[in-house]
């Protein structure tokens, strides 16, 4: 019997690795030269939008970006699975840093406090499109200057929602966790794996790579709207 598959619509290394952690065997789906200026797949934060509905209107707009053009193709109909992350600080969606001044400045921001982490991730086939939300809270210990700085130039923060990513260095920030360690990182699993049962996926096996060897990497699909 054939494995089921989906596709992950991600650039994201750290949600391959947890999609892997749980045994969900996918392709990776990418997006070349597409657009997004329609607001409904804007990454921009709307006016008057709270950091849930961010959150989750843009994985929906990525599942279901991904399963339009896969309807348009002859291909595997797998679902599309998609997710986002955003932290919320006193009601702010606070998304990636624009660059290594940005990123001091939201790290001082979150130094000696707490804010939220949502993440979203959505599973599309065909016209059907559902979600499920992860909020997490983490508290910061009191940040040095000199700490951040240091932070900032190893790279690190500058691809990660709220300029960190608790599974690396920034680590050592985090005094506590209240939530989904996992929806932390960027892919809530235990959500995942609902919305998969709800699609009629055997639920996610525990102990990740197969037995013998390791698992190659997932094939690439990369498609463009004009394809």
């Known amino acids: 019997m054939i494995e089921p598959r989906i596709y992950l619509a991600s650039r994201s290394p750290r949600r391959r690795e947890l999609l892997t952690q749980i045994g969900v065997r996918f392709d990776l789906l990418m997006f070349r030269g597409g657009t997004r200026e329609d607001q409904e797949v804007s990454e921009d934060c709307l006016p008057g939008e709270s950091p849930e509905a961010y959150v989750v209107r843009v994985a929906r707009a990525k599942a279901r970006f991904g399963a339009d053009l896969l309807k348009r193709r002859p291909l595997v109909q797998h679902p599309v699975l998609a997710a986002d992350t955003t932290l919320d600080v006193d009601g702010e969606v606070i998304a990636k840093p624009r660059d290594t001044a940005h990123a001091e400045a939201i790290l001082a921001r979150l130094s000696g406090r707490g804010h939220r982490v949502l993440t979203a991730v959505a599973l599309a086939r065909g016209d059907r499109l559902e979600h499920r939300l992860s909020i997490s809270e983490v508290r910061f210990r009191s940040l040095a200057t000199d700490e951040i700085r240091r932070y900032v130039q190893t790279g690190d923060p500058m691809d990660k929602a709220g300029a960190y990513g608790i599974q690396g260095r920034a680590a050592i920030f985090v005094e506590s966790i209240s939530g989904s360690h996992s929806g932390?990182?960027?892919?809530?699993?235990?959500?995942?794996?609902?919305?998969?049962?709800?699609?009629?996926?055997?639920?996610?096996?525990?102990?990740?790579?197969p037995p013998r060897g390791a698992r190659p990497p997932p094939p690439t699909l990369i498609l463009t709207p004009t394809q």
């Open 184 to 209: 932390i990182v960027g892919l809530p699993l235990c959500e995942t794996a609902l919305l998969l049962r709800e699609f009629g996926y055997p639920r996610a096996r525990g102990g990740g790579a």
